[in-house]
Structures are given as C-alpha cells and as structure tokens.
C-alpha cells in the first residue's frame, strides 16, 4: 500500500510541469464590442384620398299602414268578495301593580219610604150610582113644588116626565130640559117650572162635587095621588 501511495505521489510530480506549459501555449480570447446602430426613423404614410361620394338612390316614401285597433274585452268581474282576516288580538294578563286602596268604611243608607198610595178616582160605575141616587133626592125635593095643571085635571091627563137638570162644580143649576115627555105639554111644562121654584136645590153627593154634570130628575103626574 505505502508503494502504490508513493507511485502515485511521483507521476503527479512529473506531471505537472506539463501542465504549467500548455497552460501558458493557450491563445488569448479577444473581445470584440460591436457598434449600436440607432433605429431609423418612421416614414410618415401618405393619407388615402377621399372616395367619391356614391349616386343617390330616388327613394318613394312608403305608404303610412294604420293597425288595425284592437278590441280590448272587458274583464270578467270577480264576484267573490275578499273576506275580511280576523285578526285575533292577542291580550297578555295585566298585572297590578298598584297598591290596594284602603277600604272605606260602608255606610249603610236606608230606603226612603214608600211614597203613599194616589188616590184612585171614582169609576164611572160608581159616578152612575151617585147621580142615581142624587136624582132621587132631587125628585123629593121638586116634590114640594109641584102644582097640577086645572087642565090636566079637567081633561084627566096623567103621566111621567123625566127632565134633564144640568149643573155646575158647585151644584148650582145651568139648564133644564125635557129628557122623556109625558105627552102632553101642560104636564111637561109645570116639571120645568118645579126645577126653577126648587132652586136652589140640595148639595150633590161628594163624588158629583168638583165637576159640571148632569142628572135625571123624575116627576110624575098621576090624579090618585
């Protein structure tokens, strides 16, 4: 081993000059700059000439085409009436938060009485029943007055007379007159002239008081009497 590293340390040596000598036998390199050249200017293109205009065309205008108008049918109404949305308002508790008033004392009112009963007027029936009964009082009372007509008596007339004796509220007399005659003047006569010698005549009844009416009062005329 140590005789091949030494061999090989001897031909490196020889070799070497060698080496060195061609080294120096190499040609120098020349560099060799070239010039710049500068562009050469744009050459400016000659503008084409204009083209002659072209011949115009006669044009004829076209005739104007109205569009036929267009029917517009109506639209089909719509019946159906929209119904109203029921909203549902959506209520949340309200929640006191007020204080609770203090509770005032209850006092306790009493009814007021009852109003008394109105008086209840008289009923027709009743108003009847009095002028009735004041008619027959009436009747007695003429009674006092009563005369016979000699004619009456000579020629035997008898009958009855009912005479209608108007009144006042006060029970004074307005009117008199023949209700129901007898049939024969002389006896109806003397009846009127009863009701004037009478007056004025008795009170009425209190349900007769107040207000304007009228009784029937009867006389009779009979020669048994």
């Known amino acids: 081993m140590l ?8 031909m490196l040596l020889l070799s070497l000059p060698n080496l060195l000598q061609i080294k120096k036998q ?9 010039a710049k050249t500068e562009a050469p200017a744009p050459v400016a293109q000659p503008e084409p000439s204009p083209e002659p205009p072209a011949p115009q065309k006669n044009i004829t205008p076209k005739p104007d085409i109205k569009p036929a108008p267009i029917k517009s049918s109506p639209a089909p109404i719509n019946n159906d009436v929209p119904r109203p949305v029921e909203h549902m308002a959506e209520t949340s508790p309200v929640i006191s938060t007020a204080q609770k008033a203090e509770e005032a004392p209850v006092v306790v009112v009493p009814p007021p009485p009852p109003e008394p009963p109105k008086p209840v007027g008289p009923s027709q029936q009743d108003i009847d029943a009095a002028r009735n009964q004041y008619g027959t009082e009436l009747a007695n009372a003429l009674a006092r007055y009563k005369q016979y007509p000699k004619i009456a008596q000579m020629r035997g007339y008898q009958g009855d007379v009912l ?3 108007q009144m006042d509220s006060n029970g004074n007399v307005t009117s008199s007159k023949i209700h129901q005659s007898s049939g024969y ?8 002239d009863m009701v004037k010698k009478a007056s004025p005549l008795p009170p009425p009844p209190v349900l007769l008081r107040g207000r304007s009416f009228n009784v029937l ?6 020669l048994q009497e």
């Open 3 to 10: 005789a091949l590293s030494l061999g090989l340390h001897a």
């Open 26 to 34: 190499l040609p120098t390199v020349l560099q060799v700059e070239m």
């Open 163 to 165: 005479v209608d004796v």
């Open 185 to 192: 003047e002389s006896l109806d006569n003397q009846a009127l």
């Open 217 to 222: 009062v009867p006389v009779s005329f009979h």
